[in-house]
């Protein structure tokens, strides 16, 4: 059974820093492209940041030079470091794993294993 568990989220003032982990079980990492997704209320799901088992990477516009994502595919964990944190980065997080294009990996759609989500909310 395949499980992505996302932990360290929560509420930041504006300009804060939060670190999300997600810890996979039931499949290798490695063997797939891993994404983290956002979806804020009454708003479309957005990938926000994605890294290739070759290792391509993607970031959105609106966070690029502020998140990073890595991954430690002999921890089987997957992490998205988020700096200056701003309220517009106020959403539930989902990290997921697939197997898309490598040029589609910013496809949140494309991928098939999806984590809980972890909320994280952001104070002006």
């Known amino acids: 059974q395949v499980q992505l568990v996302e932990s360290g989220g929560g509420s930041v003032q504006a300009g804060g820093s939060l670190r999300l982990s997600c810890v996979v079980s039931g499949l290798a990492i490695r063997n797939y492209h891993m994404g983290w997704v956002r979806q804020a209320p009454g708003k479309e799901r957005e990938t926000v940041a994605a890294?290739?088992?070759?290792?391509?990477?993607y970031y959105s516009d609106f966070v690029k030079g502020r998140f990073t994502a890595s991954r430690d595919n002999a921890k089987s964990t997957f992490y998205l470091q988020m700096n200056n944190l701003q309220p517009e980065d106020t959403a539930v997080y989902y990290c997921?794993?697939?197997?898309?294009?490598?040029?589609?990996?910013?496809?949140?759609?494309?991928?098939?294993?999806w984590g809980q989500g972890t909320q994280v909310t952001v104070s002006s």
């Open positions: 997921a794993a697939g197997t898309p294009p490598s040029s589609l990996i910013s496809r949140a759609d494309l991928y098939g294993y």
């Open positions: 890294i290739g088992r070759n290792p391509s990477s």
